[in-house]
């Protein structure tokens, strides 16, 4: 099929959740569709996806973004006195919308899917499919992020939170069909947009990447992974470092807690020591998820579902989480993976896995098992693939059903007899 693919930044290189989401869906479309890339990208950035992603070459419709650190820090004071979302406001391009025009005058497409709902906000003059890819509800991530003790942080996000609805529930109306990364989405979205067909494309992992690992953790370490200015992230770590990290050390004072992701604050880098180790960006995680006994989630807001614990199960981590960090994923409490809602209780999970190598090796084994049989990229993009036929009619080599169906009648009429003449006439 001819998809139309829009981007709200380049995933080449990606190195967190939203990125690395485009990154694998692209490669699979690539490998399966005749795809064309528009949206947002610098010409540095833009050369290297066509690096990472050759067949794009020719095809990709990219815009310098409209928007820069001073910009966007301006845009949160100027997005309290408009009625626009930040996001909305960030993301307006002219320039973005002639090239737009342009491309759907001069070519046809199947399908047209935005990465984010704002993406979708920009004209269509087109009669092909239109999908939205949403990675969360994102009105409903902002009303958790409210939740902040910052009452300047919490009024903004209960104010986006309300512009967020508006324009998420109005773009999303006039869609086809929506994609979602967990059922719990789905039953949002259904309270608002029951008649819009939304199918569950999971977050996953690239297996080939992330492998078991062999060598032996530094006893006592954990681990936390995360792009530290997602307020999710922040808050998280924030949250485990004040509540929960100081009751495993009255056990266990030697252990250690690594945090890795880019732009951590100041708040959380100040409290580097020997016990609290603040990479800030690394090229690769797994040497740091490698070296520690523990993998913990300690999320408290968030939507869609959180690559990081796919990625842990992965490479045979074992994996403490809250519950709103393993929301969406199918892993059952004690079997693959252990859950705790309160600071006490998740502690003390934490020093169960220190001291019980036989309940690691449970978790690891079943958690494997599940990434395995369910959140691998390759078959996350077939199940993409259902969705295109589903509302297309479409097979991805461009054939309706009714071609399909035609195909198979002419097959069987003939008796193989077309087969045998091609074979002949090969002969020759």
Known sequence: MKVLYLIPYSPANPVFG??????????????????TVAGFSSREEEKELIKQFPLLAGKTHLVDPPYSESTARWSLIKSLFTSHSNWHQLTRSEP?????????????????????????????????VNIIDSHNVEYDNFKRMAKVKNPFKKLFYHIEAYKFYKEETEVCSRQDALLVTSERDISIFNQTLPAVPKYLIPNGVDTTYFQPFTTQPTPHSLVFVGMMKYVPNYDGISWFLDEIFPKILEKVPDATITIVGKNPPESISDRACKNIIVTGFVEDTRPYIEQSAVYVVPLRMGGG????IMEALAVKKPIVTTSVGCEGIDVENGKSILIADQPDEFAAKVIELF?????????????????NDLYRWESIGLQMDDAYKKLTGMHSDGF???DEEALERWDNESNGDHNTKSLEQGAV
């Open 18 to 35: 939203g990125a690395l989401r485009i990154y694998h869906l692209l490669t699979h479309l690539c490998k399966n569709h005749d795809v």
């Open 96 to 128: 973005f919308q002639r090239k737009l025009d342009q491309l759907l005058e001069a070519e046809s497409f199947d399908i047209i899917q935005s990465e984010f709902p704002v993406m979708a906000m920009f004209r269509y003059r087109s009669p092909a």
């Open 305 to 308: 579902t959180r690559l990081k």
């Open 355 to 371: 001291n019980n190598p036989e309940k690691v090796t449970d978790l690891t084994e079943n958690g494997y098992q599940l990434v």
């Open 400 to 402: 309706t059903e009714e």
